[in-house]
């Protein structure tokens, strides 16, 4: 009779580790109004963070403000009002 067939060998082999999930982009939080935030220092924060959300644009949006530090912003009116405790995707989705 024939020998027994074996498996090819990289049968034998057990399966790749999972690929490592990517760690989220901390992102840069400050406050939006110079002066005015007692104690708030400019940082480095983690996207799960909650905070005040404040909308830039790189082009022009009816009834946004252009400021210094972004092009075009806003942080009520045109958003529904104001917006805290939001993380980083809740704001994403508000500005979009």
């Given amino acids: 009779p024939p020998p027994p067939s074996s498996p090819p060998p990289q049968a034998l ?16 939080v400050e406050c939006g109004r ?15 963070d909650q905070h005040e959300v404040r909308c830039c ?13 972004c092009p075009w912003a806003e942080s009520d009116a045109g958003m529904g009002g104001c917006h805290g405790e939001k993380t980083f995707a809740e704001a994403e989705a508000i500005c979009a």
């Fill in 57 to 69: 644009s790189d082009t022009q949006i009816g009834g946004w403000q252009q400021r210094v530090d």
């Fill in 34 to 48: 110079r002066n005015k935030c007692s104690g708030e220092r400019s940082r480095w924060a983690d996207p799960g």
């Fill in 13 to 28: 082999l057990p399966p790749p580790p999972p690929k490592p999930v990517a760690s989220p982009r901390r992102r840069r």
